[in-house]
Nanobody, 115 residues
Framework: QVQLVESGGGLVQAGDSLRLSCAAS????????MGWFRQAPGKEREFVAR???????YYADSVKGRFTISRDNAKNSVYRQMNSLKPEDTAVYYC?????????WGQGTQVTVSS
């Protein structure tokens, strides 16, 4: 089973860009589909984006056109490029992995967008 560690969060201003990374341990990373979720204060965790082992991507409507998910199987990593950030994007962002459902989660990284 893989283990996940996120990095790249921080404090940015509205309109800025940010790139989050998720590094995975384990030899079977390429067989997992990967995803990003987020949880804002006082809200439930919500889906942001997903990428299959073959590279097909899916996005939540709220981030479509602004966020891009990608993966590098040679580096056991998945990335999320976030552009045109909005204050409502402020949340803890979690990386997740799975084969049928999301079963492995990272510890999360905070992204704060100031207006």
């Amino acid at each position: 089973q893989v283990q996940l560690v996120e990095s790249g969060g921080g404090l940015v201003q509205a309109g800025d860009s940010l790139r989050l990374s998720c590094a995975a341990s384990g030899r079977t990373f390429s067989t997992y589909f990967m995803g990003w979720f987020r949880q804002a204060p006082g809200k439930e965790r919500e889906f942001v984006a997903r990428i299959t082992s073959g590279g097909t991507t899916y996005y939540a409507d709220s981030v479509k056109g602004r966020f891009t998910i990608s993966r590098d199987n040679a580096k056991n990593s998945v990335y999320r490029q976030m552009n045109s950030l909005k204050p409502e994007d402020t949340a803890v962002y979690y990386c997740a992995a799975g084969r049928s459902t999301f079963e492995v989660w990272g510890q999360g990284t905070q992204v704060t967008v100031s207006s």
